[in-house]
């Protein structure tokens, strides 16, 4: 019995046959435009309820903030200006001269198939640093290898489904919070109040009142074969739905091709299996370092120094005993 | 430097240019500034700054979220302590021959642990699923575990106190044929309320240290240490408050033990930590709680060595503990709660501890890759 | 595009990953600039000097498609001597009218005796070396358009210059083509439609129309905006684009022959046969030859009477009922002042919406009743709100921004009250039929003998597909009587026929409801072109013919689309082919005949009269027949080519809130000195009538806002995030600052130019989750006289930081700085920057116009609306 | 606890974590009966009509799905070779433009001077509009100009809007309204 799942996927380990691919998420924040579908898309099927106080935040043009428990997609919006953007390109220089993790292709030989009528040959110019870029970036659940809230749930409310995703049972959670405190992500979070009719109108029924909430990988559609809404909706496919294994083969690629345009600020999330969540099935594109886009750039599941945490609980509790046994003999009369 | 198969082909890097007033402004940590979420804003002052100034963040928001915990569970954690001392302290007193520190401990035990339970339900988002937490056991959840515990420790608690109760009411408490049964349970209830009392006191530094906020997690290492001092601290203090010195010298070695620990643990605990992520426990609300909670230890420890055989010094030095106590775990609570608002506890330490890992030549664990 | 039409954007970012090159003109850095390879920012209105610029580059450089150019545009075409350009006139060209402000479009006509021009045949060089050709005129005409021009005008650097016009070069030709996509930001101005003209002459020029991957893109913004052009909701035309007839056309022969001759080239010459069959729809067996099939019962127009000019006769009382159907003036139409205020004249009002919009509600809760200006015991008008059925809850047709036509499914009932528009206007009108049927007073007659007669189910309901029908046309008589038209061809012009849009004949043929086709797009070619049903005809792309060289052949492998089939003796290819299919390339044709007869192998545009792409445009436009450039009226930039400051067919309205900042031309222009520009975004829907009431778009974008420069905002002392005024001629609005480098001060000149973008989407009332001041506000009703649209893209105003005040103080603002300027005179309340306030007057002499009226038909159904001055209202 | 008390003995995950393949309970041991039955909401629709966006004019393709008489959800339609599926923010939203609780269901009228709106008949307010057409359109009918050249029409109506509705709709109101002489109408193509 580990305590982390082992090399056979996430979805073996929590005892399905293996019937399945792992699903995820390839959010390639490269052709992102920002348009915010995967948000609503997102809120429509789920029936979540509107976030905030329906004011400016003074944040570009998001306004949602952050990922929550009422806002499951969220679309990051960040104004750089030229040094920035030197800088993004240099970071992502280093990554590569880290030669890390060398599982993607290293070059364009085996071009994904493009359709008919490709011109990428025509111009590989590497683009000029442009003065100022916009860069727009829809997060979600990572969907974790290794995922804090599910090890930490004591219901029995999160689960490990056959896809591999993790989802959250409403009708089983009683809202405990200890979720919340163990996603490096800052994802799941309990929802306390909400509401998707505004003003006067708070009649509306809101689901999840009082329970941890977020991402389910749109768990009630894919046990119907469906897409999960928002991959489905987004108008360029910058979130694209899939096959786990796919889906990070394509986002190696990817990254290869912009690498090749002059565009190292290109770099991957997620998509190395030795980082401290055992990868994410959400992986992503990013154009600049993961804290710009407010994502966590080492973060590790609590369980994995579970052990640590569990011997130095015991050690104390020795330690008490051996304090009251003291005590006691110390006190004799 | 050529470190790819590409480079060769990528045109000579224009020259930096430098940013408008050659430096960039520290923002402070609440400002939210312009479309750059990170930087930008300065639109009038430029203030010289330097590089390791800086930080990006996304607009200031917290990376992480704090779990949504009030007073209630904080009350938890300090009665909780209590009732695990307590636990402790009732057995002691039922092996050494201690008859009223028996049953005081033994009533505190089951009264703190009851209430404790209470609060946790009641800071549970539905409270009314809170057997739920029932339905499995999870070896990955000290939330789980800790809950078996609790449930656990507060039904012997409950024989015990029930037994108590009928012998200080003359054996009036309406229990028909089950008396004979709850003096048979005595001492194997009293055996496993011990067995549970010290993991109780200890595995809510678990509960705490196994999360990403920012101070509890740097804590990982020290918390149960200072859990189990400060439960160590507050059931001696209890006792000393509920019971007659002449049976409550254990109970005044154990709360001086207490206080060391207390003490020890948390400076310890403190000097592990990132700056940023110590922050939290030494300023603001929760940092003039663990300052409080420091002080009255200390003056409870001086009391109970100094003035333990005193009735009212020792029941005044027992309520400065159990304050203590209380303050610590308040404290504690609030420090992790205050340490997720800001952004750069969670980005700093992380990032330090990716460039240390890569200058010890791991350079694969990474979650940014190149490809 | 990004921003606006997301969804469409999707063929962009592909285009783009196979090493398209996406450039993105705008005034700001928006989402769409964020996903091009290159944002250039340019000074708003200043889109004739780029494209024109572009047009220099090629025609001097000689990177012009020339084998197209000289085949398939009227380059070759010699102009008549009496034809004057800008460069001679000093900013006029000739024909003009100073007195009533318009042209005599005579001056600009082709050379040649008139039967020739009238067959197609005008006097042409193919060697286009006549200086009077086309070629010649349009080389002279855009010779000062130099990338020193461009950056002295329009605040784009050489580089950018460069990076664009070589990048249309380049990518245009036998292999490549450029294609232009825009919205509003082009027809918002007063010379917008010369905007599009321009760009129009730039894609003739290289050789991007009626090709694939060619073409300009109009990205319209509503869902059926095409086919409410096409069957219009429009005073000035008919369906299929056949005029309204004007007061004095009272001959039904001359006024089909105004629309087209029967001996001039293409489909046009048929005109008497679409509007027959209109008439026939419509009034059926009362519509007879002798009677000329009813066209006397057609009311006649005198001069323009748009929307504005609406507005104007409400406030003077002259108009009594208004009909909305899913429309909000109150926040969405230019001046909202004066729209409110409008509304506030009437007698009775009937708004039709889901929600309860800003324009129904303008009567308790709009800013004059705010201001205290207005209260509701004072208010008159009767308002009738009937909620309305959506999208889901009735089956009907949309037609999309590429001339589509797709039928929706009915899903669901509407609830309650809620009832679709054709049962709403079929039962008005069965009711005003049945309160008239006694009536003998000859007005009545036209309302009695209108076919008005449709299926309805068990909810009153009117079948929306017999409709269809009726637009579609069917045989009356002959062997077919009763069937469905299959296309317009079979149309005749004997009264056997009836079509109610000549242009969507087809859509019901065989008595299939082609729009309602849904093969799977992934089971089809690229041309998906059995999903949905496209006009004319189920073309994908207008003017394909060109995609061919002269002899019939695909200009190229990659980009073949239709060609001439030798063995099979016919056009051919992946759409249908947008000519006679049996036309040999190299047919002379019969200019005896006239009509498609007359079309020889290679008049490809076979629309237009002499089967030419227009470069130069004798007719149809009513301010020059090449584009020029001028000034907004309210810019404060000197127009750099001419002393002729402001396009001199503009049209305005006198009102003492409708005033303009003199701008350049004036002394007060100073007190004005930004310019601002309005747009829509990706979160919201015009007036947000269909946004702001839905919590979820509600919260993306929440308020409304204003985006300066941190330039600005520095010269103005604004906080990040913080409240702004922004104050104009017209009136004074506050939005929260967005201070972002995406706005990028321009230099002009010696001048720096500062723009300030404005999302139009909020506005004041109490009834939406999400309201705020409203953009179009600050906006006056001053139109382009070609399309009588207003100019939202480029004004001037003055930004002031903090909130607006409340109450009667927010008109005492906008009036103080209308004072500043000199906008206000004691009595005759001033026009266009205050005639005779010292030195305000527009020193160019010229004076907008009030009103105007259509001319003849465009000459091409989707081009754009002409007209020109008939009478002063 | 409502979920327990219907659960069997073997039905409680602590069992099932001892007997089955997923002992720490991160998986098929925890699941709930509901979960087990999870099945998406427009399953269970009554129907799904083929529709296109309400929105901008690029005309995507929709799914509607019902139930009860009632719009449950809308999607894209992958079938579109305009949209394949995708949907903006706004079309995404459509669901809710049906169902928005602001959604008016009821006539109201406002009488002259009046300060609030009133319940209204939609059947006495078609009949009033009729009354009032018919009226406005005699008092403000122009049967010639001042040349005596014919005009038949009437100033006193006007109309705005025709862009967001159907195809069938603008015919219908550009038939009536051209037959009535009521020459003012318009919609956003001209805005």
């Known amino acids: ?333 | 430097m050529s470190i790819t198969d590409f480079d060769a082909d990528r045109p000579p890097q224009p020259p930096r240019r430098r940013r408008r007033g050659g430096g960039r402004r520290r923002r402070s940590l609440n400002e939210v500034g312009m479309g750059d979420g990170s930087r930008e804003g300065a639109v009038v002052e430029d203030v010289e700054f330097t590089r390791s100034d800086e930080f990006d963040s996304y607009y200031g928001r917290p990376v992480v979220k704090a779990p949504p915990w009030k007073g209630p569970i904080a009350i938890y954690l300090f009665l909780g302590g209590v009732a695990a001392g307590s636990g402790m302290l009732a057995f002691g007193a039922q092996c050494t021959d201690r008859p009223v520190l028996r049953r005081n401990a033994r009533l505190t035990a089951l009264g703190t642990v009851g209430l404790g339970t209470l609060a946790l339900i009641e800071d549970l988002g539905r409270p009314e699923r809170f057997l739920n937490m029932m339905r499995t056991v999870k070896v990955t959840s000290p939330m789980s575990l800790g809950t078996w515990i609790v449930g656990g420790f507060a039904s012997f608690s409950g024989v015990l106190g029930a037994l108590e109760v009928d012998r200080m009411t003359g054996q009036r408490l309406p229990l028909g044929v089950l008396r004979p049964l709850l003096g048979a349970a005595e001492v194997p209830a009293a055996l496993a309320q011990v067995a549970l009392a010290p993991v109780l006191a200890s595995y809510t530094g678990a509960l705490l240290g196994n999360s990403v906020v920012p101070t509890w997690e740097a804590g990982r290492g020290h918390l149960s240490y200072l859990f189990v001092s400060s439960a160590s601290l507050a059931a001696g203090g209890a006792a000393m408050v509920t019971s007659p010195v002449a049976e409550t010298g254990p109970a005044r070695l154990l709360a001086t033990a207490g206080v060391v620990g207390d003490v020890v643990s948390m400076n310890r605990m403190k000097e592990s930590m990132h700056p940023l992520e110590a922050e939290p426990l030494e300023t603001g609300r929760p940092g003039t709680m663990l300052k409080w909670a420091e002080r009255l230890a200390i003056a409870g420890g001086i009391g109970t060595v100094l003035g333990g055989r005193n009735r009212w010094i020792a029941a005044a030095s027992g309520a400065a503990l159990l304050t203590s106590s209380a303050l610590t775990r308040f404290g504690v609570l609030h420090a992790g709660l205050e340490s997720v608002k800001d952004p750069r506890r969670v980005i700093e330490p992380q990032k330090a501890r990716l460039a240390a890992r890569r200058a010890s030549g791991i350079t694969d664990d990474s979650i940014s890759t190149s490809g | 595009m990004a921003e606006a039409h997301p969804v469409a954007f999707q063929w962009v970012i592909e285009a783009k990953k196979r090493g398209a090159r996406v450039i993105h003109v705008d005034p700001r850095f928006t989402r769409t600039s964020a996903n091009a390879d290159r944002h250039i920012p340019i000074r708003a209105g200043t889109d004739i000097v780029l494209l024109g610029g572009v047009i220099r580059h090629v025609l001097d450089n000689e990177l012009y498609f020339k084998e197209y150019v000289q085949a398939y545009t009227n380059a070759s075409t010699i102009i008549s001597e009496q034809y004057a350009d800008p460069e001679d006139l000093d900013g006029l060209f000739s024909g003009y009218h100073a007195d009533s402000g318009t042209y005599d479009n005579s001056a600009w006509a082709y050379a040649g005796d008139e039967d020739s021009i009238a067959r197609g045949m005008p006097e042409r060089d193919e060697t286009l070396q006549h200086p009077r050709t086309v070629f010649q005129l349009l080389k002279r005409h855009y010779a000062r358009y130099t990338p020193q021009m461009v950056q002295d005008t329009c605040g784009i650097s050489p580089e950018d210059f460069e990076h664009l016009a070589t990048s249309i070069a380049e990518n245009s030709g036998r292999e490549k083509t450029t294609m232009f996509a825009y919205a509003l930001g082009w027809t918002q101005h007063q010379g917008g439609a010369q905007m599009i003209r321009t760009s129009g002459i730039l894609q003739l020029l290289m050789g991007n129309m009626g090709r694939p991957g060619g073409g300009i893109m109009a990205l319209r913004g509503h869902a059926t905006i095409q086919g409410s052009t096409d069957i219009p909701t429009l005073y000035h035309i008919l369906p299929g684009y056949l005029p309204m007839p004007k007061v004095g056309q009272d001959d039904f022969a001359e006024f089909t022959r105004a629309i087209g001759k029967k001996e001039q080239k293409g489909f046009w010459a048929d005109a008497d046969i679409y509007t027959v069959n209109l008439l026939k729809a419509w009034w059926g067996e009362h519509a007879t030859a002798e009677n000329d099939w009813g066209y006397h019962h057609l009311p006649k127009l005198t001069g323009a009477h748009g929307t504005y000019q609406t507005t104007m006769r409400m406030l003077e009382g002259g108009v009594d009922g208004f009909f909305l159907f899913g429309q909000n003036p109150a926040v969405g139409s230019a001046n909202g002042r004066l729209q409110r205020l409008g509304m506030s004249h009437l007698e009775w009002m009937v708004v039709r919406d889901f929600y309860m919009i800003e324009s129904a509600t303008w009567w308790r809760d709009g800013p004059e009743i705010e201001s205290g200006e207005l209260t509701p015991e004072q208010i008159a008008t009767e308002m009738f709100f009937l909620p309305a059925a959506n999208h889901t809850e009735k089956a009907g047709s949309f037609t999309q921004t590429q001339r589509m036509v797709q039928w929706r499914d009915q899903a669901v009932e509407p609830p309650g009250d809620a009832r679709s528009d054709l049962q709403f206007m079929y039962e008005l009108g069965c009711r005003i039929r049945e309160k008239l049927k006694d009536s003998t007073d000859p007005r009545d007659r036209a309302i009695l003998e209108l076919t008005w007669d449709y299926p309805v189910n068990e909810h009153g309901e009117p079948d929306a597909e017999a409709v269809l029908a009726e637009i579609n046309g069917r045989h009356l008589s002959g062997e077919k009587a009763g069937q469905p038209l299959a296309s317009f061809g079979e149309m005749k012009g004997d009264g056997s026929t009836l079509g109610g849009c000549w242009i969507y004949t087809g859509v019901y043929a065989d008595g299939v409801n082609q729009a309602r086709r849904r093969r799977p797009g992934q089971d089809q070619d690229e041309t998906a072109a059995e999903w949905g049903w496209a006009w004319p005809a189920n073309r994908r792309i207008l003017y394909n013919r060109a995609s061919a060289d002269p002899q019939g052949r695909p200009w190229s492998e990659r980009k073949k689309l239709v060609w001439w089939d030798e063995e099979a003796g016919s056009w051919t290819g992946h759409d249908i082919p947008d000519f006679p299919l049996t036309k040999r390339p190299d047919d002379p044709g019969d200019p005896s005949q006239g009509g498609v007869a007359a079309l020889s192998g290679t008049d490809a545009f076979t629309m237009q009269s002499d089967g030419r792409g227009w470069l130069f445009a004798p007719t149809g436009m009513v301010d020059g027949p090449i584009p020029t450039h001028y000034e907004s009226p309210e810019s404060n930039i000197r127009n750099p080519l001419y002393a002729q400051q402001s396009n001199p067919t503009r049209v305005t309205f006198q009102d003492e809130d409708n005033l303009s900042s003199p701008g350049a031309m004036g002394a007060g222009g100073e007190v004005y000195p930004y310019v601002f520009t309005t747009y829509r975004i990706t979160e919201h829907h015009t007036a947000g009538g269909m946004s702001r009431f839905l919590p979820y778009l509600a919260e993306l974008q929440p308020e409304m806002y204003c985006e300066v420069s941190p330039e600005l905002a520095a010269e103005v002392g604004l906080e990040p995030y913080g409240w702004a005024t922004i104050i104009s001629a017209r009136s004074a609005i506050e939005a929260k600052v967005l201070i972002t480098e995406r706005m990028k001060p321009l230099q002009v000149g010696d001048q720096v130019v500062h723009q300030i973008g404005l999302p139009f989407h909020w506005g004041q009332g109490t009834e939406a989750i999400v309201r705020g001041d409203g953009a179009n506000d600050l906006i006056g009703m001053n139109l382009d006289a070609n399309t009588q649209i207003q100019n939202s893209k480029n004004n001037s105003c003055t930004l002031i930081p903090g909130r607006r005040p409340r109450g009667p103080e927010r008109g005492e603002l906008v009036e103080s700085y209308r004072r500043r300027a000199g906008l206000i005179m004691s009595e005759d309340p001033a026009v266009d920057g205050a005639a005779g306030a010292p030195g305000a007057g527009p020193a160019d002499g010229s004076v907008p116009h009030e009103v105007r009226g259509p001319e003849e038909a465009s000459a091409v159904p989707s081009g754009e609306r002409s007209m020109k001055e008939m009478k002063d209202r | 606890m409502a979920g327990m008390a219907r659960i069997t003995f073997l039905d409680w995950p602590v069992v099932r974590q001892l007997r089955g393949a997923d002992p720490t309970g991160r998986g098929t041991s925890v699941t709930s009966a509901r979960t087990r039955d999870t099945a998406p909401r427009t399953g269970s629709a009554d129907g799904v009509a083929d529709s296109i966006c309400p929105y901008c004019a690029v005309g995507c393709g929709q799914r509607v799905f019902h139930k009860d008489g009632k719009v449950i959800q809308i999607e894209g339609n992958p079938d579109s070779p305009v949209s394949r599926g995708r949907l903006c923010p706004k079309g995404a939203a459509s669901q809710q433009l049906a169902n928005s609780y602001l959604r008016q269901t009821k006539v109201r009228y406002r009488r002259p001077y009046a300060t609030e709106w009133e319940d209204l008949e939609l059947d006495t307010a078609m009949d009033m509009i009729a009354d009032r057409f018919i009226a406005s359109r005699r008092k403000h009918w122009e049967d010639e100009d001042d040349q005596g050249r014919p005009l038949k029409r009437t100033m006193g109506i006007a109309s705005l809007g025709g862009a967001t509705i159907d195809n069938e709709e603008n015919y219908l109101i550009k038939k009536f309204f051209t037959a009535a002489g009521a020459i003012q109408m318009e919609n956003q193509a001209r805005i």
Not at chain 1, 103 to 130: E, H, Y
Not at chain 1, 172 to 195: K, L, M, Q
């Open chain 1, 1 to 333: 019995m580990s305590l982390l799942s082992g090399p056979e996927g996430p979805a073996a380990d929590a005892g399905w046959e293996h019937e399945h691919e792992r699903k995820g998420f390839f959010t390639d924040t490269s052709i992102c435009i920002g348009c915010k579908a995967c948000e609503v898309a997102c809120k429509e099927w789920n029936r979540n309820p509107i976030d905030g106080n329906l004011e400016i935040l003074g944040s570009s043009y998001d306004n949602t903030g952050e990922l929550g428990a009422n806002t499951w997609r969220h679309v990051a919006f960040i104004e750089q200006s030229q040094e920035r953007i030197e800088e993004a390109r240099e970071s992502g220089r280093k990554l590569v001269s880290l030669g890390m993790p060398g599982i993607g292709p290293k070059s364009s030989g085996t071009r994904g198939a493009l359709p008919a009528g490709d011109l990428s040959s025509s111009d590989l110019t590497p683009p000029d640093t442009p003065e100022f870029r916009w860069l727009m970036s829809s997060d979600v659940c990572k969907h974790c290898t290794n995922a804090g809230c599910l090890d930490v749930c004591p219901t029995g409310a999160i689960f490990r489904s056959e896809f591999g995703s993790v989802v959250v049972q409403e009708d089983v959670c009683n809202g405990c919070g200890t979720c919340v405190s163990a996603c490096p992500f800052g994802v799941i979070e309990r929802r306390d109040d909400g509401t998707i009719s505004p003003f006067a109108h708070r009649e509306d029924k809101v689901e999840r009142m009082g329970t941890a909430s977020k991402c389910t990988l749109c768990y009630d559609k894919m046990v119907d074969g469906q897409e999960p809404a928002c991959s489905a909706t987004c108008p360029t496919q910058s979130i694209k739905f899939g096959d786990h294994p796919d889906l990070t083969a394509e986002a190696q690629q990817r990254v290869t091709d912009l690498h090749e345009r002059g565009m190292t600020e290109a770099r991957l999330y997620g998509a190395n299996p030795k980082d401290g969540v055992g990868g994410t099935g959400s992986v992503f594109l990013l154009l600049d370092e993961p804290e710009v886009y407010g994502l966590p750039p080492d973060p590790q599941v609590p369980t994995k120094s579970l052990p640590q945490t569990y011997a130095t609980a015991g050690i104390a509790a020795a330690g008490m005993i051996a304090a009251v046994a003291l005590s006691f003999l110390g006190s004799r009369r």
